[in-house]
T-cell receptor, first 113, second 117 residues
């Protein structure tokens, strides 16, 4: 079965520092991988996805993610964190040939001024 | 604005009440989804509809009853709920469910926060 795991419940970063939110996957074949963000009292918003091609994927709000096949990881990164990046981040994978998503448990990102 | 509107945003109900959650999408999508988000738990996929037909029911208790009269509207009818059903219920839509280049790009509403007393 396709699944993703986010090993950290919370990540704390100072504003201006680089941030990384981790995700590992368990997928048969070539994976499609996604990151979504949820701001307080809001629904989820699509950030970026990896389908094929370059291992470094760029998305919204200056975020990027690196697909690493050997480590089965898809970590979300940003070179310089903003306080407004504080939110709940979800990694996700669609079971093969479906449009639905299976989400990780989420990681709360806290960016302190 | 994501193009997916959920009402009501907040709902408090007793265990014997009957209420409904409504979701409407203005994106021309063909697939709609209900997800449940509880504190300290992963998002749970409840139901999937594609072209008004239910394609997935993830062992959801019968006290939750979905309805999809057309591709733009999705309802979740609630009756005799339990306190543990208190959660944020998220509706989402997508172009379709058959995979392809747009696979996984779901558009979510802001959710309906349900409290069962």
């Amino acid at each position: 079965a396709q699944s993703v795991a986010q090993p950290e419940d919370q990540v704390n970063v100072a504003e201006g520092n680089p941030l990384t939110v981790k995700c590992t996957y368990s997928v048969s074949g070539n994976p499609y991988l996604f990151w979504y963000v949820q701001y307080p009292n809001r629904g989820l918003q699509f950030l970026l996805k990896y389908i094929t091609g370059d291992n470094l994927v760029k998305g919204s709000y200056g975020f990027e993610a690196e697909f690493n096949k050997s480590q089965t990881s898809f970590h979300l990164k940003k070179p310089s964190a903003l306080v407004s990046d504080s939110a709940l981040y979800f990694c996700a994978v669609p079971p093969r040939n479906t449009g639905k998503l299976i989400f990780g448990q989420g990681t709360t990102l806290q960016v302190k001024p | 604005e994501t193009g997916v509107t959920q009402t009501p945003r907040h709902l408090v109900m007793g265990m014997t009440n009957k209420k409904s959650l409504k979701c409407e999408q203005h994106l021309g999508h063909n697939a709609m989804y209900w997800y449940k988000q509880s504190a300290k738990k992963p998002l749970e996929l409840m139901f999937v509809y594609n072209f008004k037909e239910q394609t997935e029911n993830n062992s959801v208790p019968s006290r939750f009853s979905p309805e999809c009269p057309n591709s733009s509207h999705l309802f979740l009818h609630l009756h005799t709920l339990q306190p543990e059903d208190s959660a944020l219920y998220l509706c989402a839509s997508s172009l379709g469910t058959s995979g392809g280049a747009n696979t996984g790009e779901l558009f979510f509403g802001e959710g309906s926060r349900l409290t069962v007393l």
